[in-house]
């Protein structure tokens, strides 16, 4: 079916030339209910002139209240907030976690956790301890020292090389490096 611009006085083509009705329909039926058609396009574009007119005037008052696009953002989001604690949903599930919280079940559960954070509190103490004696120990072995001494040996031979001084090892410097 052609059809002509909407809001025009126009029928479609279609039906007043004498094209396919549909079943049931008569001519002068078809043509009154183009008729309507044509009006209540007429009445949309209106609604959409006069929407977009009350839009642009809404914008501008906005714009002389210093209402700017982030300031609405926060107003929508703090509305959208108040909306979403209002709701009944919220308030069941706010209601649901609170007697949660007060059953002897997570009481005991939340003890449970406390007591297990600080066993493994106190394990990790203690094994930071045990480490760090095993290291002091082990630096005042025997073997750990003569290790110790090689190096210093070493640093001294390359850096009194470099230094241009002789070529023997202190004697009273047994500061590691």
């Not at 069941?92 to 002897?104: L, M, N, V």
Request: one cysteine or more.
């Amino acid at each position: 079916m052609e059809s002509s611009e909407p809001g025009s006085s126009m029928i479609y083509t279609g039906v007043a030339s004498g094209g396919m009705l549909p079943p049931g329909l008569t001519e002068e039926e078809a043509e009154e209910i183009q008729v309507e058609l044509t009006k209540v396009e007429d009445e949309i574009q209106t609604l959409k002139q006069v929407l977009m007119a009350k839009e642009r005037h809404a914008t501008e008052l906005k714009r002389r209240l210093g209402i700017g696009p982030l300031s609405e953002i926060k107003q929508n989001f703090t509305k959208g907030w108040h909306e979403v604690q209002c709701s009944n949903a919220y308030l069941t599930a706010s209601a649901t976690f609170e007697e949660i919280g007060r059953s002897d079940a997570y009481k005991r559960t939340q003890e449970t956790l406390s007591q297990a954070g600080h066993v493994t509190s106190a394990a990790f103490n203690s094994m930071g301890s045990a480490i760090r004696n095993r290291f002091g120990e082990m630096r005042n072995s025997p073997s750990f020292k003569s290790f110790e001494d090689k190096v210093e040996n070493m640093k001294y031979k390359v850096m009194g090389q470099s230094n241009g001084e002789s070529d023997h090892s202190p004697t009273s410097n047994n500061a590691p490096f």
